[in-house]
Structures are given as structure tokens and as C-alpha cells.
């Protein structure tokens, strides 16, 4: 059974950066990030493909976040940073079967319990 184990969440200032983790448990898949704000719909905001050389990123985002994946560790990361109080979600960690990457919710097979980053102005 799949395992996704989110981490790194909090509070931080506008302006100021976090890293969040996902440990996967079995095989290799190509990993995203969603985030979904109280109120909204869950919405995609980077993905990396299996072996870290292809990524992508959400408009929002893009600039300030950096996805990348140990693949000793079978764990990917989420490093955001300039964070804006607009950041403020519940960030899930996703994994898909297959190589190509995805950009919506319904491409993922595997969901983590999600982690809350909350960012003050």
C-alpha cells in the first residue's frame, strides 16, 4: 500500500519561505503539490517526473517555489519561497502511476493527509 507522509507546514511572515516534505513508501511515481484554501477548490501547483529532470509549475507560483525529489529517500520537496498571505492552503502531496506528468487532481492515484501553511501579512 502507498504511503505519502506530508511535512514542514506552519506559520510564517508574508515574505518568508518554507519547505515542505512528502516521504513516499513503495515504488516510483511522478509527484505533485496541490493546495486547497478554505472555501476553494483543490488546484495544482508543481509536479516533477520520475527521475527529477522535468518539472512544472503553476502561474502562481512560478519564481517562487522549487519542486525537486531525493530519490535515495523517495521523498520530494516543496521549497516556497516570498510566500504571499494568497498562499495560505492546505498543501497535498500527490503521487501518479505512469511518466507522464500531471496537472489536475483526477491524474493522481495517491493522496498524503495534508499539511496547513498559513501566512500572516
Known amino acids: 500500500q502507498v504511503q505519502l507522509v506530508e511535512s514542514g507546514g506552519g506559520l510564517v511572515q508574508a515574505g518568508g519561505s518554507l519547505r515542505l516534505s512528502c516521504a513516499a513508501s513503495g515504488r516510483t511515481f511522478v509527484m505533485g503539490w496541490f493546495r486547497q484554501a478554505p472555501g476553494g477548490e483543490r488546484e495544482f501547483v508543481a509536479t516533477i517526473n520520475i527521475l527529477g529532470t522535468g518539472t512544472l509549475y503553476a502561474d502562481s507560483v512560478k519564481g517562487r517555489f522549487t519542486i525537486s525529489r531525493d530519490s535515495a529517500k523517495n521523498t520530494v520537496y516543496l521549497q516556497m519561497n516570498s510566500l504571499k498571505p494568497e498562499d495560505t492552503a492546505v498543501y497535498y502531496c500527490?503521487?501518479?502511476?505512469?511518466?507522464?506528468?500531471?496537472?489536475?487532481?483526477?491524474?493522481?492515484?495517491?493522496w498524503g493527509q495534508g499539511t496547513q501553511v498559513t501566512v500572516s501579512s
Open positions: 500527490a503521487a501518479r502511476s505512469g511518466w507522464e506528468l500531471g496537472v489536475t487532481p483526477k491524474h493522481y492515484h495517491y
